[in-house]
């Protein structure tokens, strides 16, 4: 079944950039949106953005700025740039697809931004 | 934007008890891309409902979705114990994709 998972430096500086993969396990990338979220510890969820995998994508105006996400269909990966980060970036980051709304999603992964 | 307001913010049910949690849009959700999440403490959300009422692999049929246009909403017919979660409405017709604030279903 499918399986996703991500990893990545659990610390990151103020004004540095945030830089996580998700390893995609049991299924194939065609054609789904591999998508990141993130939720700040005890908080809701907010969606960062998703990209095809032939490259397409669409962020949150809120963030677009600072964003990347890019595909890997190689390594069936997918990765989060998220750039000059601050300490509201501290969220447990998920990776998930969404094909019927976000039906397969990682573990999440806990990232703090602190200097 | 659109902007989802979940109601009640905290339900606190006995186990066996019929559940009803609600979720309005700001604007109507296009195509029906209307979804609910559960999250239990410490794990990631999982997907309940997609569709507005049609359950994702695994979803147990105690649990349906319904609505339409910007008025949704979750029932649980009857209260197990594993269902004590926060529940999240969302959805996935606009971007950028939008969340409700979460209902809490806690043991009362």
């Known amino acids: 079944q499918v399986q996703l998972l991500e990893s990545g430096p659990g610390l990151v500086r103020p004004s540095e950039t945030l830089s996580l993969t998700c390893s995609l396990s049991?299924?194939?990338?065609?054609?789904?949106?591999w998508t990141w979220l993130r939720q700040p510890p005890g908080k809701g969820l907010e969606w960062i953005g998703y990209s095809y995998s032939s490259g397409d994508t669409n962020y949150n105006p809120s963030l677009w700025s600072r964003v990347t996400i890019s595909v890997d269909t190689s390594k069936n990966q997918f990765s989060l740039t998220l750039t000059s980060v601050t300490t509201a970036d501290t969220a447990v980051y998920y990776c998930a697809r969404e094909w019927s709304s976000f039906d397969h999603w990682g573990l999440g992964t806990l990232v703090t931004v602190s200097s | 934007e659109i902007v989802l307001t979940q109601s009640p913010g905290t339900l606190s049910m006995s186990p066996g008890e019929r559940v009803t949690l609600s979720c309005r849009a700001s604007?109507?959700?296009?195509?029906?891309?209307f979804a609910w999440l559960q999250q239990k403490p410490g794990q990631a959300p999982r997907l309940l409902i997609y569709?507005?009422?049609s359950r994702a692999t695994g979803t147990p049929d105690r649990f349906s979705g319904s609505g339409s246009g910007t008025d949704f909403t979750l029932t649980i017919s009857r209260l197990e114990p594993e269902d004590f979660a926060v529940y999240y409405c969302l959805q996935y017709g606009h971007s950028p994709r939008t969340f409700g604030q979460g209902t809490t279903v806690e043991i009362k």
């Open positions: 604007q109507s959700v296009d195509r029906n891309y």
């Open positions: 569709g507005i009422s």
């Open positions: 049991g299924g194939s990338m065609s054609p789904y949106k």
